[in-house]
């Protein structure tokens, strides 16, 4: 039952019975999961603490290594972090002593040597999210919402087609939460990356995702895939409709039968 | 102090900084008059406690009549500056070495600890000793004392990088010397500068142990040949002229703090973008 739906046209991101223990194995994060995920789709991992969805999420990354099965991005194994694949944190984790503008450059300055292009690029994704003003602005002078979408523009800059959020907004007030949502849906449809969003909001996730996986803890899995077939582009009215409460109830069943 | 209250009006429209201002001055003044009648009225042994006219009388001479002291005072700074310059560079580099590298701190770190419970004044004749009389043994005096918050503190911002900032460099795939330049060094920096104001302070004690031990020029041996003469009002104008070079020092190393950890005050956030942003238009 852990095995996504395997009809995916186009599959950006693989994995084949993916496990990972942690403490020599006395704890395990994540179990036996296997999905695919097709280009430029949005998936949601929604589940409670413990169920493994950042394990996952950070296998994707390249930061660890999975213990059994195995991950592929673009077709090829993932071994360690590349250049296709990007992660975005629950805090914005900007540089302090950079600019607004410096700080969304950052990942081309770890790759290469800075070009006049890379520039304007940079300057193109903050007034994309909409910090066109901000662009020689420090960290402290923004406040925490406009801290996460310089990370934003920050993920967009490394020019990556995966792009992997970890509660990128989880920090934030619901406001703000839900306007950056919203101007996510925007962004990423704009870029047409893949993009895995870890969340423990069901209704977040379903809102944002054409597909949610749900995860349930000890030991860490894939239980349930949700596709969501609303309409884009979607409204925050969407969450009244009975559509969406049917499936938010339906993830709500597999995560309640723990 | 609440900062609107800087700026509030007390009683009879009189700003209440300038009132405590006034009230700090006359509470200076009666103890300094105090003083001055318990030296003439002979509560006060003038051999020990001289009276602040009499200290004001040295003051005059040896930075005007005599002008002795300008002499002292540079060979002192110089050694200063000097020992605390070679010190502090050594406490950094050493520090980041040490941080970075999880090998390194393994050994150092027990020599490391041994070193910092042993009083580092208590090496000082053994360092004369050993490298003979002369500016030499002074400025290894000054570098022993001005080494350690630097080294200390520059370690503990290496080490103590940011998880979350550096798994961010990782993902980014940063090689080790990227996350050194980009990371972890700029982010210790305000450490490291609260450790060289704590060395600075630090070095002109060293100096005044250094010219205790060789009395041959320099401010502390100004202090000790006056105390020997008995000439006590000499003696504390040198302190208090110590007492500003502390002061100024002080408040000159809070200056460079403040202009090169840029990021932690508002004006300094301003100045830097605003450079940035000129050179970014060019």
């Not at chain 1, 420090?138 to 967009?156: E, H, N, T």
């Not at chain 2, 020029?217 to 006056?226: A, K, P, W």
Request: charged share 20%.
């Amino acid at each position: 039952m852990a095995t996504a739906d395997s009809r995916v046209r186009d599959p950006v991101v693989g994995g084949n019975s993916v496990g990972k223990t942690f403490a020599g194995g006395t704890v395990v994060a994540l179990e036996n999961a296997s999905f695919d995920i097709e280009k430029g789709s949005f998936v949601s991992l929604v589940g409670p603490s413990g169920c493994g969805k950042s394990t996952l999420l950070r296998l994707i990354a390249g930061l660890i290594e999975p213990t059994s099965g195995s991950l592929q991005v673009h077709g090829s194994k993932v071994s360690a972090p590349r250049q296709d694949v990007a992660m975005m944190f629950q805090r914005a984790t900007l540089l302090e002593w950079r600019t607004a503008i410096e700080n969304v450059l950052l990942p081309t300055e770890i790759q290469r040597r800075v070009t006049a292009d890379d520039r304007n690029r940079a300057m193109e994704l903050l007034q994309l999210v909409g910090l066109g003003e901000f662009a020689f602005s420090f960290p402290a002078q923004l406040s925490g919402g406009m801290q996460q979408r310089v990370a934003l523009a920050r993920l967009l800059q490394t020019g990556a087609d995966v792009l992997l959020m970890d509660e990128p907004f989880g920090a934030l007030d619901e406001f703000t939460r839900e306007r950056l949502n919203i101007e996510l849906l925007r962004i990423v449809g704009e870029v047409g990356a893949t993009t895995i969003f870890v969340t423990h909001n069901i209704a977040e996730a379903i809102f944002l995702a054409d597909k949610v996986y749900v995860m349930t803890p000890r030991p860490g899995r894939l239980a349930q895939v949700i596709d969501v077939p609303l309409a884009r582009p979607r409204e925050l009215a969407v969450q009244t409709s009975p559509e969406f409460n049917r499936l938010v109830e339906d993830a709500r069943e597999t995560l309640g039968a723990l | 102090m609440p900062a609107p209250a800087m700026h509030g009006e007390g009683r009879n429209g009189v700003p209440l900084r300038t009132r405590r201002i006034l009230m700090h001055a006359g509470i200076f003044l009666t103890l300094v008059l105090a003083w001055e009648i318990g030296a003439r009225a002979g509560y006060l042994d003038p051999l020990f406690y001289p009276r602040p006219t009499a200290i004001v009388d040295s003051f005059i001479r040896i930075y005007i009549t005599q002008g002795n002291i300008w002499r002292h005072l540079y060979v002192s700074l110089g050694l200063v500056f000097a020992g605390f310059a070679a010190g502090s560079i050594l406490g950094i580099v050493l520090g980041s070495l040490v941080g970075f590298n999880a090998l390194a701190r393994r050994f150092v770190k027990p020599y490391v600890l041994v070193l910092e419970a042993t009083p580092r004044i208590a090496v000082a004749p053994l360092l004369i000793a050993a490298l003979g009389f002369g500016a030499q043994s002074k400025i290894a005096i000054i570098m022993l004392v001005c080494f350690f918050a630097p080294f200390i503190n520059t370690l503990a911002g290496v080490v103590n990088v940011n998880e979350e900032k550096l798994e961010l460099f990782n993902s980014l795939g940063a090689s080790k010397f990227q996350i050194l330049t980009k990371l972890v060094l700029p982010e210790a920096v305000p450490v490291i500068m609260a450790g060289e104001r704590l060395a600075l302070t630090a070095s002109l004690s060293g100096v005044l142990v250094a010219e205790f031990i060789q009395r041959d020029q320099g401010i502390g041996s100004l202090i000790l040949i006056y105390t020997r003469n008995l000439n006590m009002a000499s003696a504390f104008a040198c302190i208090f002229t110590l007492t500003v070079v502390g002061f100024l020092i002080f408040k000159g190393m809070e200056m460079l703090d403040r202009y090169i950890a840029f990021w932690n005050n508002e004006t300094g956030m301003a100045r830097v973008g605003a450079a940035r942003k000129a050179r970014w238009e060019n």
